[in-house]
């Protein structure tokens, strides 16, 4: 009998479907088989039936890794998911340190304006304008980093797609998200910056002109 069947992942399943032929066992016997067994019931109940059945033909058959399909599949993937950890470990470090550069880039540059944001209050500033001329900052400066990192995210994508097969190149679900939560821990890192400043002397800032 001869056929043809649709793709399908062999070996694993990060791994893209390739030509494969199908041989009947009485015409290619091999030292080793695999037998699966579609059934409703929990398959952990089943493995001692399905060995009993298989030795019932041939008490010689040496029977190992008897695995439910979902252990064998998680095995399968151990790559794509070794690899998934070690970029979120370093996402982890690159954004704690993203969160402490900003911090200690405004901070600094608030130290530098702080003549400037005197000023300011002296003349009518609130609280909350002053909040929103550094967090302003914050952002704008925020927002054209992200746009570089889109566009270079956009043309490295296809890296991430050999790597991870469920990841598209220009999914804007997940950009979006990376922008926003980027947008967040900027804001938040400048928050505290950005209280210091309302913070300004408006009588130093007025001595010093």
Known sequence: ??????????????????????????????ANAWVAIRTKADPGSMANAAQAAILALDRDLAITE??????????????????????AVFAAVAAVLTAAGIYAVFSYLVSRRSQELGVRVALGAGRRDIVALVLGSV???????????????????????????????????????????LLVLAAVSGLWPAIRATGADPLTALRRQ
């Open 1 to 30: 009998m001869v056929g043809v069947v649709a793709d399908n992942k062999m070996n694993a399943l990060d791994r893209s479907p390739y030509p494969a032929v199908y041989w009947a066992i009485e015409q290619m016997p091999s």
């Open 66 to 87: 008897v695995q439910p399909m979902p252990a064998v599949m998680s095995d399968s993937l151990w790559r794509p998911r070794f690899a998934a950890v070690l970029i």
């Open 139 to 181: 952002l704008r400066v925020t927002s054209m980093g992200i746009a570089a990192g889109t566009a270079a995210s956009l043309l490295l994508g296809r890296l991430l797609t050999s790597q991870f097969n469920a990841v598209q190149p220009n999914d804007g679900a997940l950009v979006g998200g990376i922008a926003g939560s």
